[in-house]
């Protein structure tokens, strides 16, 4: 439940700064460069496939199974999470990635379940 | 053989086809979705304007919860980039998210060309170039832009 198992190879590497929408509101991008505006097309074009429906993570609408499940034929197993953030995903998704990151991947608040079901 | 990765990667692959990035491109190896050719073209105003740029990209099982492997394979002078090709780039290490795909990887790289971070220098004498003498360092970046023509 911590971030020590992502892999730290250079904290100090540099920065892509102005990737995604969701990023410039961390608290890590406080202290980062400033967002530039040169980049406003990439922004937009994040923000289309990160819309609510579909899970951010497999890439697949939420109604819908996750892809591990879809693979495993577990189809009826598969559920939605909502955190408190708001952000739903696969509960298989977001449940492999908790374990290496405890914080939203979409608006990195730390990560806190709200709702689980479908 | 099917699994989650791997339909991950062809979903990646059919959203850059749809909608392509501008100035990159990439696209799995013939018998092998888990490792990608890309290319990244120089952005325009910046020295490394009409330099195209190969790179291969390395997945793993555990994509999307683990970054890929990118290196450049054209030759490379930037001061976040190592001697092997390998890339220094917070996304591609501790800040990795799992809602990445190989487009805001591309893109990424793409705008890391034109705005280096001399502080973390993987290759140190186009960092202390890039800071001290930037002629010096626009003059590199145009030989490897033109040598990457030569090897496409
Ligand atoms: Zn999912
Ligand atoms: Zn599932
Ligand atoms: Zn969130």
Redesign the pocket.
Known sequence: MSDSQVIMKDETCSTANGKSGSMESTKQDAEVKPFTLKKWNIVAMWSWDVDCDT?A??R?QVMDA??RCQTENKQEECVVVWGECNHS??N??MSLWVKQNNRCPLCQQEWMVQRIGK | MSTPARRRLMRDFRKLQEDPPAGVSGAPSENNIMIWNAVIFGPADTPFEDGTFKLMIEFTEEYPNKPPNVRFISKMFHPNVYADGGICLDILQNRWSPTYDVSAILTSIQSLLDEPNPNSPANSQAAQLYQENRREYEKKVAAICEQSWQNL
């Open positions: 899970c993570i497999c697949v996750c892809l995903f696969h298989c998704c």
